[in-house]
């Protein structure tokens, strides 16, 4: 099969054939349809976490089963799937206590299995997050999918396994935000969209959407945000606690992955208010918080994927689209093929999209 093979930090992928081995028992092989280009998988583009070359990148994906291995009792072939990178075990103190988000096992094969991917010559590849979407097929455990309805685009419901799931979810299932509540979100990529979306359907009163490019800024408006600051020519946070009348947000989310960021993020909380870090901050950075500020209660956390049920959640947040009230056509800025994956990655950097999504079949 063709697949964009990353070969190491700073280098372009590129578009190779791949081998893919065939479905072990509780394993199903997927044909990629939709997937979108994140910017978790830039991060390791660029360095800035590490991941064994060579390796298939690649998380944010819709596809149709093409057959299963033995014991798989959840899909058949021909099925409609989303893949989550948030595969559980279901059996680990984590998944049984309500959060397979956190999995403590998550189900691979063993070393001495053949490997999932390998290049022609018997190397084996990476499949990043379990995944490996930048590829025409996927090989994967059941507990990765989620069955949906033939009908819908699988080019927006793509987006559903990674970006919007970690920013709505971050909203109703990390945060849990109040209705009538204040909340601002920092970057306003497609996770941050996610975030102003669920933020509008938990019935926040005000949702501030930060960013440095107009167009995004234009766009949150249009999600739902009621107010935007340019950050590019304004302190953020002085800007929120203007827009506050002096006292800060209730609610307010990371969504980028820097150190500056996060800590605006909890700066311009309200006395009691809530931090939610979801960017990926990089491998070492350190963020600074004053002490005294947590005499006012002010907290910060970190979420993980949402905090995902995702086959719970995926199914709401289908019903939200189908309702309207979920909005991701407006979120897919840019389509392109697999072969347009390194100039997604470069849009992606130049701020000219929320999501780019490669469609394939």
Excluded at 293 to 303: A, D, N, V
Aim: net charge neutral; with cysteine; glycine share 10%.
């Amino acid at each position: 099969m063709k697949a964009a093979v990353f070969h190491g930090p700073h280098r372009p992928l590129s578009i190779e054939q791949v081998e893919i081995d065939a479905p072990m028992p509780h394993e199903v092989l997927v044909r990629t349809v939709a997937t979108g280009v994140c910017h978790s998988d830039l991060h390791f583009v660029e360095g800035l976490y590490p991941l064994q070359a060579p390796a298939v990148l690649g998380h944010e994906v819709a596809g149709i089963v093409e057959a299963v291995g033995e014991q798989v009792t959840y899909v058949r072939p021909g099925d409609h799937v989303i893949a989550c990178l948030s595969v559980f075990c279901g059996a680990c103190e984590k998944c049984l206590t309500g959060h397979p988000n956190l999995c403590l096992q998550r189900p691979n094969r063993a070393p001495s299995d053949p490997p999932r991917l390998r290049l022609p010559n018997g190397t084996p590849v990476t499949q990043f997050a379990l995944i490996a979407s930048f590829a025409e097929k996927m090989l994967l455990h059941e507990n990765t999918v989620v069955k949906i309805d033939s009908d819908l685009p699988l080019d927006r419901m793509a987006l559903l396994g990674c970006g919007v799931i970690t920013g709505v979810g971050a909203v109703l299932n990390t945060a849990r935000v109040e209705p009538g509540s204040t909340v601002a979100v920092f970057g306003l990529g497609g996770v941050g969209l996610a975030v102003v979306q669920g933020a509008r359907i938990a019935g926040a009163r005000r949702i501030i959407g930060v960013d440095t490019v107009e167009r995004k800024l234009a766009l949150a408006l249009d999600m739902g945000a009621t107010d935007v600051v340019d950050a590019s020519s304004r302190d953020p946070v002085q800007a929120i606690l203007d827009l506050t009348g002096g006292l800060g947000v209730d609610y307010s989310f990371e969504a980028i992955g820097l150190k500056v960021t996060a800590e605006q993020a909890f700066n311009c909380l309200a006395p009691g208010g809530t931090a939610t870090i979801i960017g990926m901050i990089p491998v070492g950075q350190k963020i600074e918080i004053e002490g005294r500020q947590f005499l006012r209660e002010r907290k910060i956390q970190g979420s993980s994927m949402g905090s995902n049920r995702f086959r719970v959640d995926i199914p709401r947040y289908i019903e939200f689209y189908r309702q309207g009230r979920l909005r991701l056509d407006e979120m897919v800025t840019r389509r392109g093929r697999l072969e347009d994956v390194n100039d997604a990655f470069r849009a992606m950097k130049a701020g000219e999209v929320a999501r780019t999504v490669l469609v394939l079949a």
